[in-house]
């Protein structure tokens, strides 16, 4: 059983996937709450992943103390008193339901599915009798994958969302621990939504970007585009370098809501083309100048 008044340094914390974001993770603990030589910092870090490779890697890096392959999740389970499951929005599903009841008791379990809805769907049958379930989502990353890839410094004063429930059965210490660590690693800020909403704006901030960024790409009249660039091309196209297979399950398991943002944005598109069309020089200028000062409030 975990005790929720143990320090962090003094917790054992497991990774079920270790590619860009569980690597991450497991960088910014170790640099940031295990990276001491303090007698007193006996917490490890675990890591579960079908790539030998990176776990090798991780291994020789000394990011992780321990390795696991998938056949070995039981064994590995029982020593996480929090548990980060950085895997596809549907595998992590298909990871909860699994292993409902084979976690350590009082432990921490967590995601960082960038899609909700389907965990929410079935979220109390989900819910582990022993351990406490807490949705989350670190808004940060890069655009390259794999461990190789993976830094503990993209969280820095970046946000973090942890999501709400109306009938909560996680503790309230373990919710405040898990706050605990996300600020260590490095987080800034942490927002507390149910699932609705976070879908809904991440939909927005971040799917709708990468469906704009990706529409960017492929209007391109040729590869050597970029010799023309200035950098507004390459700044809004970075994320276009996109991991297919998952951003493909993202917008598919949030549809309805990043459909409804591309209506909005082609609304605002087709405004735009039509000023430029009438040459509407008051108008546009009026449009740009209130732009200018919505995106200056945003910084606020």
């Not at 190789?148 to 210490?173: C, M, P, V, W």
């Not at 960024?213 to 200035?230: L, Q």
């Amino acid at each position: 059983m975990m005790n929720m008044k143990k320090e962090l340094s003094q917790l054992n914390y497991g990774i079920i996937g270790l590619g860009i974001m569980g690597g991450s993770i497991a960088k910014a603990i170790r640099t940031n709450i295990l990276g001491t030589t303090d007698k007193s910092c006996t917490g490890k870090i675990i890591a579960l992943d079908k790539n030998k490779d990176s776990l090798a890697l991780a291994k020789n890096e000394k990011i992780i103390d321990e390795s696991f392959m998938p056949e070995q999740t039981n064994q590995m389970l029982k020593e996480c008193d929090i548990l980060f499951i950085c895997l596809y929005p549907h595998a992590t599903l298909e990871f909860l339901r699994q292993h409902k009841n084979d976690y350590k008791d009082d432990s921490i379990i967590t995601d960082i599915s960038g899609v909700k809805a389907l965990i929410q769907n079935d979220f109390d049958s989900l819910c582990p009798p022993n351990a406490n379930l807490i949705l989350g989502h670190p808004m940060a990353g890069g655009e390259k994958e794999g461990f190789a890839a993976s830094k503990g410094e993209y969280f820095k004063n970046h946000n973090y969302i942890l999501i709400t429930q109306k009938n909560d059965k996680a503790r309230k210490d373990a919710r405040e621990l898990l706050k605990k660590l996300v600020s260590a690693m490095g987080f800034s800020r942490i927002t507390e939504t149910n699932s609705n909403t976070h879908d809904n704006k991440i939909g927005f901030t971040s799917q709708l970007c990468h469906v704009v960024a990706s529409a960017m790409v492929e209007s391109a009249e040729d590869p050597e585009i970029t010799s023309f660039g200035g950098g507004s091309f390459e700044d809004l196209t970075r994320i276009a370098m996109i991991n297919a297979p998952l951003w493909t399950e993202l917008f598919l398991a949030n549809k309805e809501k990043l459909c409804a943002h591309i209506e909005t944005f082609k609304k605002h598109m087709e405004e735009i083309q039509r000023l430029i069309e009438n040459e509407d020089e008051e108008g546009l200028k009026n449009l740009l100048s209130d732009v200018r000062e919505k995106r200056i409030q945003m910084q606020k």
